[in-house]
């Protein structure tokens, strides 16, 4: 059975809002929803073929997009790769040339809507930002919490309150007052034993390597509602994420940096060839920052985590 080649489009408009559309009850997948695009053609680049498809589906001409995510799904009759690019600069008012439904969705409301088993990894990186802050070890209490107070208000959607040195009462006083910071306005992942997440029931869970490997086998320790994510540094690792079913990943470290400096780092070639075919959204760390994300957006990442070249400069 040959894989079907499609190109797909993750529509943004200035307000945030992505578009959608419903398949027709007639097509393989119908009645779902989906993120417009189609077949490409032999011969056909990504980019061209999704320029004609959305100007045949949408009468709306792409002025530039980039890469998203790539994924590779088997469904009992059909295999597909999904390519699929960002869109945020287009012209003309998008309608459904073909007659199918469109809708303009928050980022956030994506869950709600039914979508084919290959868009899944798509719906998480639509809803994921392209930056990762992960909170630096040598901060106390105080600049911790002023450091995440501040990046929320410089618009930091996805913050990780990790806190090593600190002993499980203090970060747990201090997860309690980072939640409130970020309520509705970022997503905070925290770390910690499993046995906490009853305790924290608006943030997300991103699992240590070590942990990674104790439990993968379980499955999700909750409901999909909630963002899970792990640690990963080596193919292993990357297929216990994908046995576990969490949303997106760290893989780290791609350069050499001064937190670890006896780990070997991967590097971007490498890192590309861990990312290919891996089917979830991925972070890159380790020696990167803002100015490597269009870097990592060439090798299939969703984007850059980091600690130092991410936090703030507290005012």
Known sequence: ??????????????DGHILI???????HQGGLWEFPGGKVEAGEGVEAALARELREELGIEVQRSRALISVSHDYPDKQVLLEVREVRDFTGEPHGAE????????PRDLPHYAFPEANQAIVAAARLPDQY??????ADPG???RGIRQAVANGVGL???RAPDMYDPKYRDIAVDAVGLCAGKAQLMLKGPLEWLGDFPAAGWHLTAAQLRKYAANGRP???SRWLAASCHDAEELALAQQMGVDFVTLSPVQPTQTHP???PLGWEQAQRLIAGFNLPVFLLGGVGPDDRSRAWQVGAQGVAGIRALWPVLE
């Open 1 to 14: 059975m040959s894989r079907v080649h499609v190109a797909a489009a993750v529509i943004r408009r200035a």
């Open 21 to 27: 559309a419903r398949r027709a009850d007639t097509q």
């Open 99 to 106: 007659g199918q439904p469109l809708a303009w969705v928050a």
């Open 133 to 138: 802050l992960i909170t630096p070890d040598d």
């Open 143 to 145: 600049q911790l919490l």
């Open 159 to 161: 913050i990780q309150l």
């Open 222 to 224: 909750f409901p999909a």
């Open 262 to 264: 006896n780990a070997q």
